[in-house]
């Protein structure tokens, strides 16, 4: 990408839409490239069309699925808006105006999918949600209920379980610029500036965010469960952060977590022992009030040391305490453990200083959410390991990741 963006800056050409045609071009080149071959995927461009018939503006570059409707005479399309697993908006430079500009484009791409989504008619596809209730259990450390009991929840709980429905199944928006912003700091900065011009108001929330925003090296990333997500402190949930990552990476991630919900499908993601280092960027309180939903946003500044900070970092699974091991134990074998059970009372009674905190303490590992009085994991397959050298440590396992890295410890204790 970087060879082929600097022999298009070098180029001699002073015509506008063909220079843009150029870098769409190469942005269509290089998600072609990741999308795994034999799964009906396209990468095409055109327009949007959702249930009503209304198109969007139009899309430089979009993952696509299903049959859409080639535009006469051009290689451009007209696609509907529940085909459509991906979106990127390309920009040859990227500062306020086009980042200004990208936002508000993508943010009709979210509103005519939730649109399709929650409104009655149209054609309607069948979706597994697990992955928005994993989502859901991990952020809040409240256990999901099914979608049908989701008014059980308070309203501003209720909120935030929507969104991530929507999230899990919305396509991924990106705006991909080649120049513009030269920093993390400063691509974080552009995004503050242009939300604290704007104020407040309708269209600012949570859902209207790109998946991912990157310039230079540097990304902005939603935190939204598929597959980065933050947990809640008290009520605010960061939901938007910045890294240095390779952003191509990032945008793999992206996309491959959304096909492999899409088709119910793995992904060949290799050993996938290190992760990106994310700094947090923008946190939401989910308000409910005369039962209009909104939400309060809280920007967070970035000091120059994280600014230098490192982009990736080891994965390692979450060490516990032995009293902790064995609830974890226990999960892993029957499908939740009761907390007013006089049994667990006891025992945690005499190891930890209080029920309470001890299962607060359960809920940030993001590995455990509470369903009324009973605790319930929040992975799909969670493995449970010893160290030879002593300490207790828990994680998920459902790529075989906790595996691999039992493997690597014993083979370094070894050497």
Known sequence: MKAESKALADYDLKHAPSIGNMYEGLSSKILDSAVPPGLDLRVVDGFIVDAQGNMSGQIDCMLVTGEGEQIPYTKSYKWPIWDVLAVIEVKKNLYGAELADSFHHLRQVAESFSNWLFTEGGEKRSFSLAPAMRA????????????????????????????????????????????????????????????????????????????????????????????????????????????????????????????????????PWGEDLDVEVIHRLIEAKAVVENGQGGWMLNYTSMSGEDDVSIHQEAWTPVFVSDTQFVIFNQLCNKEGVDITEPAFVEYISKKEKSVEAFVADLQKTGLVSLDGTTLRLTTAELMCGIFPEGGFAVGENNTGRMTRYMHRKMHEKQA
Not at 167 to 183: A, D, H, M, R
Request: with cysteine.
């Open 136 to 267: 859901f259990s991990t952020i809040t450390g409240v256990h999901a209920p099914r979608y049908a009991d989701r008014e059980s929840l308070p309203e501003p709980l209720q909120l935030i379980y929507h969104t991530l429905v929507s999230e899990q199944i919305t396509p991924i928006l990106i705006v991909f610029g080649y120049n513009g912003y030269k920093s993390e700091t400063g691509l974080r900065e552009g995004l503050y500036g242009f939300l604290k011009d704007r104020d407040s108001g309708k269209g600012y929330g949570v859902p209207s965010f790109p998946h991912q925003i990157t310039c230079n090296g540097n990304s902005l990333v939603k935190l939204t469960g598929q597959p980065y997500m933050a947990p809640m402190e008290g009520d605010y949930w960061t939901f938007y952060g910045s890294t240095k990552s390779n952003p191509l990476w990032v945008m793999i991630e992206l996309i491959w977590t959304k096909i492999a919900n899409r088709f119910c499908i793995g992904m």
